[in-house]
């Protein structure tokens, strides 16, 4: 297992490798260390506006520390990232601690493709829509790798290299849009669910996305 290590990356099929091209959608190393630009080094320029996160070191390498108030990473909504048919996230994660609410740790909303953490110390990996979604307890206070997949028929969540939950999706397209962000899941005012209606933001460290 990487230690005091973030890793998100996201691809348009389950079968693609970290490093590969096939596939790769966005990949952020978070190892710049300055600047307000969180660098896509997948080749499609979707370059990130780091708003507020701190780089700090880990292990002897940069990450981004959110601080679960205010601090985010917004990769805008370009079109490569604009995904419909399926998509991997992974992401290596350290929550700091308990939640309130349900904050995005990587992904778009609810109703697209989202990874969060909620305050029943869960993980939970959403297509679509609220209630449709994989979940898996996730502790504080130490590093996990997290992997959400959809194929357009099945969802997976893996924890630290083990399947965790799995199901068959409800909807066979990921549907939604809006900004890709890291450290948060950004509210949307005209969700049905109130609940998708609010902005939270994450408690802890992230890096390689």
Same mark, same amino acid.
């Given at each position: ?5 973030? =890793?998100? #990356? ?5 079968? %693609? ?6 596939? *790769?959608?966005? $990949? !952020? /190393? ?66 700091? =601690?308990? #939640? ?5 740790? %990587? ?6 493709? *989202?990874?969060? $953490? !909620? /305050? ?90």
């Amino acid at each position: 297992m990487l230690k005091d290590l973030v =890793s998100c #990356v996201v691809w348009l099929c389950a079968s %693609a490798a970290l490093g590969a091209e096939p596939g *790769l959608m966005a $990949y !952020y /190393t978070c190892d710049e260390g300055s600047g307000t630009t969180l660098k896509d080094r997948s080749g499609n320029a979707s370059d990130g506006v780091i708003r507020g996160a701190q780089y700090v070191l880990s292990g002897g390498r940069h990450c981004l520390a959110c601080d679960g108030v205010d601090d985010y990473v917004d990769c805008g909504n370009p079109s490569s990232l604009d995904l419909q048919d399926a998509v991997t996230l992974e992401t290596w994660v350290f929550p700091e =601690s308990s #939640v309130m609410g349900e904050p995005g740790i %990587a992904g778009k909303h609810f109703r697209s493709f *989202l990874l969060t $953490y !909620y /305050t029943n110390g869960k993980a939970y990996w959403y297509i679509h829509e609220g209630g449709n979604c994989c979940q898996a307890v996730l502790s504080p206070g130490c590093w996990h790798h997290l992997v959400g997949t959809f194929d357009g028929t099945a969802m997976q969540l893996f924890i630290d290299g083990k399947l965790a939950d799995a199901r068959i999706s409800k909807h066979k397209t990921i549907g939604g849009t809006g900004p890709f962000t890291i450290g948060a899941v950004m509210g949307d005012p005209d969700a049905a669910d109130p609940a998708t209606r609010l902005t939270a933001h994450f408690p802890g460290k992230v890096a390689e996305v």
